[in-house]
């Protein structure tokens, strides 16, 4: 099995930057790939950006050029970096292995 624990949420001005972090533990050698989703209440959970442990990682149209996904495998976490936050981030993002796990969820809060 896989957990995943979540990390960084917060409250950020608008414009102002973040960073959520995903520490994996357990069979962790069976994890390829690793994504960021979130979900406003009433909708469905979204794919926010994922990446495998090789190639180049992918993200949502409305994210690009703001967030990046990044891992560092020697100490098993995920990272999101969430820069110029505008008001439609504000929600609760998960961390995620697909097919495996889903994190708990960490909630970012913009407000001026």
């Known amino acids: 099995q896989v957990q995943l624990m979540e990390s960084g949420g917060g409250l950020v001005q608008p414009g102002g930057s973040l960073r959520l972090s995903c520490v994996a533990s357990g069979s962790i050698l069976i994890i390829n790939g690793m994504g960021w989703y979130r979900q406003v209440p009433g909708k469905q959970r979204e794919l926010v950006a994922i990446?495998?442990?090789?190639?180049?990682?992918i993200y949502v149209d409305a994210v690009k050029g703001r967030f990046a996904i990044f891992r560092d495998s020697t100490k098993n976490t995920l990272y999101l970096q969430i820069n110029s936050l505008k008001p439609e981030d504000a929600t609760v993002y998960y961390c995620?292995?697909?097919?495996?796990?889903w994190g708990q969820g960490a909630k970012v809060a913009v407000s001026s």
């Open positions: 990446a495998g442990r090789t190639g180049t990682p």
């Open positions: 995620r292995v697909p097919d495996i796990t």
